[in-house]
T-cell receptor, first 115, second 119 residues
Framework: AQKITQTQPGMFVQEKEAVTLDCTYDTSDQSYGLFWYKQPSSGEMIFLIYQGSYDEQNATEGRYSLNFQKARKSANLVISASQLGDSAMYFCAMRDLEYGNKLVFGAGTILRVKS | GAVVSQHPSRVICKSGTSVKIECRSLDFQATTMFWYRQFPKQSLMLMATSNEGSKATYEQGVEKDKFLINHASLTLSTLTVTSAHPEDSSFYIC???????????????FGPGTRLTVL
């Protein structure tokens, strides 16, 4: 069965600094996708970044980058130049391409950006 | 990014009543939508997969007669919580899958969520 592990319940980062949110996954499948979503206090889930299991390069989207280490089964999210508006819950999720578009979510990490 | 709406954003109802929540993909068609439930400070729990033109697929432990799902069109799925009770109080979130031509890049876009409180 697929599993996503986020070991950091909460993180603090100073404004303008970079922060890494950890995510490890477990799957026996070769074809899968990894996602990061941001959930602010309003509750909406905001798509941040995607990494496919066959993608050779790490995904980047603006200040977000995904440090994909396939052999270690990790997909850490790096946020550069943190802003106060980055304070939110962050979820790592995995999709098994053999089972359509169902996502399995990690427990989440609450990030607080300090001024 | 793609836009998904949910209505209502917040609902308070009496125990025993039914509540309908709508999920719409506003700028794309979605043959597949998902319904999730989220308790405070916890992760999202998938309840069911809503398929346009066919019956929903429920996850293990989710009562299909309690949570009725109808995917009436390529842009609309509804979740009806029947005979709601206080334990059904939760944050319900839908998502719609936007196809990107290649399955590997299909992305789920989420609605803003509906907070249900059953008194």
């Amino acid at each position: 069965a697929q599993k996503i592990t986020q070991t950091q319940p909460g993180m603090f980062v100073q404004e303008k600094e970079a922060v890494t949110l950890d995510c490890t996954y477990d799957t026996s499948d070769q074809s899968y996708g990894l996602f990061w979503y941001k959930q602010p206090s309003s509750g909406e889930m905001i798509f941040l970044i995607y990494q496919g299991s066959y993608d050779e390069q790490n995904a980047t989207e603006g200040r977000y980058s995904l440090n994909f280490q396939k052999a270690r089964k990790s997909a850490n999210l790096v946020i550069s130049a943190s802003q106060l508006g980055d304070s939110a819950m962050y979820f790592c999720a995995m999709r098994d391409l053999e089972y359509g578009n169902k996502l399995v979510f990690g427990a989440g990490t609450i990030l607080r950006v300090k001024s | 990014g793609a836009v998904v709406s949910q209505h209502p954003s917040r609902v308070i109802c009496k125990s025993g009543t039914s509540v309908k929540i709508e999920c719409r993909s506003l700028d794309f068609q979605a043959t597949t939508m998902f319904w999730y439930r989220q308790f405070p400070k916890q992760s999202l729990m998938l309840m069911a997969t809503s398929n346009e033109g066919s019956k929903a697929t429920y996850e293990q432990g989710v009562e299909k007669d309690k949570f009725l799902i109808n995917h009436a069109s390529l842009t609309l799925s509804t979740l009806t919580v029947t005979s709601a009770h206080p334990e059904d109080s939760s944050f319900y979130i839908c998502s719609a899958v936007r196809l990107a031509g290649g399955r590997s890049t299909d992305t789920q876009y989420f609605g803003p969520g509906t907070r249900l409180t059953v008194l």
